[in-house]
């Protein structure tokens, strides 16, 4: 069982920028692919970016390609996403999960969300 605890959420202004960590309690995070999700009020979750278990391959919507970075640091079981030039339209509650499938399908574990509001 995967544990995974978001933090680094915040209120920001258009055209800032938040770093968003995700810390896994598993030992053998490396063996994960991980995710970004994010699920605005009324609307259902989407998928934000993702990063291979392996050679790193990183995946990307593109609603945020250019502005969002995914990275991991399995030494520290982390996994983080940088956003730069946030948008009011990025607003949302976001998830990290993890996947033992692939990076882009199979997420079995979730976290419990860390909130994120752009303002205008």
């Known amino acids: 069982q995967v544990q995974l605890v978001e933090s680094g959420g915040g209120l920001v202004q258009a055209g800032g920028s938040l770093r968003l960590s995700c810390a896994a309690s598993?030992?053998?995070?490396?063996?994960?692919?991980m995710g970004w999700f994010r699920q605005a009020p009324g609307k259902e979750r989407e998928f934000v970016a993702a990063?291979?278990?392996?050679?790193?391959?990183?995946y990307y919507a593109d609603s945020v390609k250019g502005r969002f970075t995914i990275s991991r640091d399995n030494a520290k079981n982390t996994v983080y996403l940088q956003m730069n030039s946030l948008k009011p339209e990025d607003t949302a509650v976001y998830y990290c999960?993890?996947?033992?499938?692939?990076?882009?399908?199979?997420?079995?574990?979730w976290g419990q969300g860390t909130q994120v509001t752009v303002s205008s």
């Open positions: 999960a993890a996947s033992k499938v692939a990076a882009l399908r199979g997420y079995r574990y």
């Open positions: 598993e030992r053998t995070f490396s063996s994960y692919a």
């Open positions: 990063i291979s278990w392996s050679v790193g391959n990183t």
